[in-house]
Nanobody, 123 residues
Framework: QVQLVESGGGLVQAGGALKLSCAVSGIPFSGYVMAWFRQAPGKERELVSL?????????YYVDLAKGRFTISRDNAKNTVYLEMNNVKPEDTAAYSC???????????????WGQGTQVTVSS
C-alpha cells in the first residue's frame, strides 16, 4: 500500500517560515521524482517545486517559489521536504506532495498523492 503523508502545515504570520514534510512508504522512494503542489480555494492545483530522484539532485521551482522555498529529500528516511520562508498571504493553500517517474509539471504525471496539509498565512 502506497502512502504519502504530509505534515508541518499550520497558521503562520506573513514573513514567517514553515517546513513541510512528506513521509512516503510503499514505493521505492529513491527512484521517484517528488513534487509539491498547492491548491487554494477556488483555484486549480499548481506545481510549486520538483526534485529529481538521484544525486546530483536537480530541483525546479516555479517563479512564486524561487528565492523563498527550498525542496529537499532524504532518501534514507523516505521523506521529501518543502522549506517555506518569507511566506505571504497568497501562499495560503493546501499543499500536497506527489510521486512520479517523469520530470513533469502536470499533476496527471504523478501517480501517487498525499492528502495534503493546510498552510494559512495571516497578514
Amino acid at each position: 500500500q502506497v502512502q504519502l503523508v504530509e505534515s508541518g502545515g499550520g497558521l503562520v504570520q506573513a514573513g514567517g517560515a514553515l517546513k513541510l514534510s512528506c513521509a512516503v512508504s510503499g514505493i521505492p522512494f529513491s527512484g521517484y521524482v517528488m513534487a509539491w503542489f498547492r491548491q487554494a480555494p477556488g483555484k486549480e492545483r499548481e506545481l510549486v517545486s520538483l526534485i529529481s530522484y538521484s544525486p546530483p539532485e536537480g530541483t525546479y521551482y516555479v517563479d512564486l517559489a524561487k528565492g523563498r522555498f527550498t525542496i529537499s529529500r532524504d532518501n534514507a528516511k523516505n521523506t521529501v521536504y518543502l522549506e517555506m520562508n518569507n511566506v505571504k498571504p497568497e501562499d495560503t493553500a493546501a499543499y500536497s506532495c506527489a510521486a512520479g517517474t517523469t520530470w513533469a509539471s502536470a499533476p496527471g504525471a504523478f501517480a501517487f498523492w498525499g492528502q495534503g496539509t493546510q498552510v494559512t498565512v495571516s497578514s
